[in-house]
């Protein structure tokens, strides 16, 4: 009954990540059709951001002008494609959240099914290793978000 229950639960679990994901996909679809507009009805446009005024510089004494020379100073150049596409994906920290909590969950049960009289079956041990590698691989894809979205919103 436990068995039943446990793959129950890691049935359902994965249903849900895969509608997730389809809902996901539905609405990238949707969003890249031609009469799409670019923002959907429910988001607010931002407001223009307004360059602001610099601050006037004090002339340097003569002291510090022969000490620090001229340097050009970097404009930092704009994020890449692939930069700008991961800061968009806004579904990587939950949905990595979510696989490790499954994950857990699993290995809990797997833990507890080693103290039954009965053997688990040795397609459940395989299961749980591949939940726990795909919730390394969407934690690291979560963190490379946030580094997206950081980078993206330092240079705009």
Do not use: D
């Not at 969003?31 to 610099?54: E, N």
């Not at 050009?72 to 920290?93: C, F, H, I, N, V």
């Not at 857990?104 to 079956?121: C, H, I, K, N, T």
């Amino acid at each position: 009954m436990a068995y039943l229950l446990v793959m129950g639960g890691l049935a359902l679990s994965v249903f849900f990540t895969l509608g997730w994901c389809l809902v996901c996909a539905t609405r990238w679809l949707v969003g890249r059709l031609p009469g799409a507009g670019g923002q959907s009805p429910g988001r607010a446009r931002r407001a223009p951001t307004r360059p602001r005024a610099k601050p006037r510089a004090k002339p340097p004494s003569k002291s510090q002008s022969t000490a620090r020379k001229a340097t050009p100073a970097k404009t930092p150049s704009e994020p890449w494609g692939l930069t700008q596409w991961l800061a968009r994906q806004r579904s990587l920290l939950p949905l990595g959240l979510l696989m490790l909590l499954l994950y857990g969950g699993s290995r809990l049960a797997e833990y507890g099914m080693a103290f039954r009289p009965q053997a688990a079956p040795g397609a459940y041990h395989g299961l749980v290793s591949t939940l726990g590698w795909v919730a390394a691989v969407l934690l690291i894809l979560a963190c490379m978000n946030l580094l997206a979205v950081w980078r993206c919103r330092r240079q705009g």
